[in-house]
């Protein structure tokens, strides 16, 4: 016999229920060089700081090699942890390096928190939309999903009540630049959802990705800083994909002490510690000051990509479609007119060899809006936007 | 307000069931330099490549620079994939990259099954006794676990009948220098256990990080490879940690394909993929057959290693008590008079600065016996092994 046998097997009932993602399917299709995919979620290599990184794992080679490939602690590697607690300390709060785990980018935090919150039937609540990874992990642990209404500044505060919110073990935010809105909280609305989520006793995960990727606006105190002083527990995730780059995958988790102690735990048995050498390599390039002279090429190279995409959906989208402009990060969201199915424009728009992501798999409940999409401008040539926008604009058609 | 807060969170029930590892408090002792540990499951740094790896990082991102630290696949970088295919692939077998799943360490492949598999009060077969780590990553979903009978010679085949695995998920093997037992199965037992497996409709899981690491004796076939012919459903997990450096977690997983696209589901959720540059530095190093010229050294410094132990343990060790000697891997166990507790033994050695692992954590039952201990002798100099084994040997006392 040459191929591996495939007796009877029993699955789990959340493996039984997973199925392939829709994103995944439209990303394979998208490899196709012909394709102008603004489906991805992929930073813009413009972005890695290639040299530095060489260098770093070098000297990190030449110099603590033994250390660099042997196993580490599961907290993460010392000087990282201390240098994430430096970075995010600010006037009138110090976080201590015992608050922050090292994890294998953000990813993998939504796992071990889906791990440490989610029991069968546990609700949770979420962005509507939001990002569809974050879905896909807390759905292995089969949640009950509820999802907050949210406008044209993002989540409404307000709609946080006490039968929304009873017995839910958290809410997940995007504040900045939100995955696939665009959108970005205002002070007014972090400070009333701390406030909120404090008097509730309702666990804040506060997801922030993007957040160094600001190119227009006011940057917002973090939910972690304004839950602080009104006794919200802000459970915060940051990374360093796109700062730096993904390919090393690693990200980190801010939280109270006892939260960070059963993660600790739950990552022992997930996969005992992050790469030590990756830890150590990041460590070396970030130490000395240098993303304060990187982050701002990082943001000239997105903030570029950005007006490409809106000049191409002001000249070719019909006056009926709305969409979102960002004041940082890699989307724009789009809602077209009632009565438009963007599954099915995808299907058209695939034909032409144009791709994005419809919008209704970034919905927890059934009842998705069929109109709306999510746009990438990050990593695609200006005249490649044009091409794919004109197109996409001919295929919904001139507005009523 | 200067620390985090902690208003009351509602945990999982499997978060509330996690408790510290006694091994992690074991290790925390030993960190301290006067400590002589035999606790550490640490490969030997003597054995890590680091000029071949720093040359492997730097040609990596000299010449591909932007693919190693962009997102990737989530089943895994495809050459690499394609070189553990290869390599494991033998005469009348052949493995397909589709069948083979990068993963973080074989610790995370661990968390994968324990996802793909394991509901609340699943069946699952362990050895009596297991490998802790993985215990601990299956605990998580909540089985019920049922031990599998061992003699000197390893698991026992004929155990495996319809009553005992009844309703079980998998059963989890490790044929070589088990973990922690340092025993390995014959081929006879090889044999008798796929075929049983097969009979029966259950699923192995073969864990093998050591089996490169063999210093005496001859080589068996894989239960991959011995299970293919009789039908049995083999899923096969192996790891770069012994062969070249644990720093850079990087695993593997060889299934049946419907087995490998679930996990790669659940990859994706749980982490998106295992880190690009790591793979890639990791494929440069072995693309070539540096491992047929690297792990003769390795096995080298861990025969020498395990002999120092073998001669310590003869000279010091009472006549009652008995060892495994292995023919590979990092682990020698020792089975003390009755009446002996290693764990109150434990404390007198560290007291002593002297570091081992009892035998109790190791099995899945709460009937564990109490008279057993791990020793692990790769990392340790000759002449602290010899002061080690003495110190315990006083500790034990004469024989009777």
Chains 1, 2 share one sequence.
Not at 43 to 52: A, L, N, R, V, W
Not at 235 to 252: D, E, N, Q
Not at 258 to 271: E, G, M, P, R
Request: proline share 8%; net charge negative.
């Amino acid at each position: 016999m040459d191929t591996l046998n495939s007796s009877p097997i029993t699955f789990s009932g959340r493996a039984l229920q997973l199925t392939s993602s829709a994103i995944r399917e439209i990303l394979k299709i998208t490899e196709r060089p012909e394709v102008i995919s603004f489906a991805g979620g992929l930073p813009s290599p413009e972005g890695f700081p290639i040299p530095e990184l060489r260098a770093a794992f070098d000297r990190v080679l030449a110099t603590q090699g033994a250390t660099a490939l042997q196993y580490g602690r599961t907290e993460g590697y010392t000087p990282l942890r201390e240098w994430v607690a430096q970075d995010l300390s600010r006037d009138g709060m110090t976080i201590d390096p015992e608050e922050v785990l090292i994890v294998s980018g953000s990813q993998q935090a939504l796992d071990m928190l889906g791990k440490l919150f989610i029991d069968p039937g546990s609700r949770v609540l979420v962005e509507a939309p939001s990002y569809l990874g974050a879905l896909q992990s807390f759905s292995l642990f089969e949640p009950q999903y509820q999802s907050v209404p949210t406008d044209a500044g993002g989540l409404i505060p307000e709609a946080l009540d006490a039968e929304l919110t009873q017995d839910a073990r958290f809410i997940y935010v995007l504040p900045n630049f939100q995955n696939p809105t665009g959108l970005t909280l205002d002070l007014q609305r972090r400070q009333a959802l701390v406030e909120r989520c404090a008097a509730l006793g309702l666990p804040i995960i506060e997801d922030d990705p993007y957040g160094e990727l600001r190119y227009a606006g006011e940057p917002q105190p973090s939910l972690l800083e304004l839950g602080r002083p009104v006794g919200a527990t802000v459970i915060r995730l940051g990374t360093f994909s796109k700062v730096l780059a993904p390919g090393m995958r690693l990200g980190y988790v801010v939280a109270p002490r006892d939260v960070i102690s059963k993660l600790v735990q739950i990552k022992q048995a997930t996969d005992l510690h992050t790469a030590t050498i990756t830890q150590m390599a990041v460590y070396e390039t970030v130490r000395n000051g240098f993303l304060r002279t990187h982050l701002p090429k990082v943001r000239e190279i997105y903030q570029r990509q950005c007006g490409y995409m809106l000049d191409a959906l002001q000249r070719h989208f019909p006056a009926d479609a709305r969409w979102t402009r960002p004041q940082g990060g890699m989307f724009i969201w789009v809602t077209l007119r009632e009565g438009i199915d963007t599954g099915e424009l995808l299907q058209r728009a695939i034909a032409r060899n144009v791709a994005f992501v419809p919008g209704a798999p970034f919905y927890a409940s059934a009842q998705a809006p069929t109109n709306r999409l999510r746009l990438s401008f990050v990593t695609v040539p200006e005249d490649r936007i044009r091409t794919g926008i004109q197109v996409l604009g001919e295929l919904i058609g001139p507005g009523h």
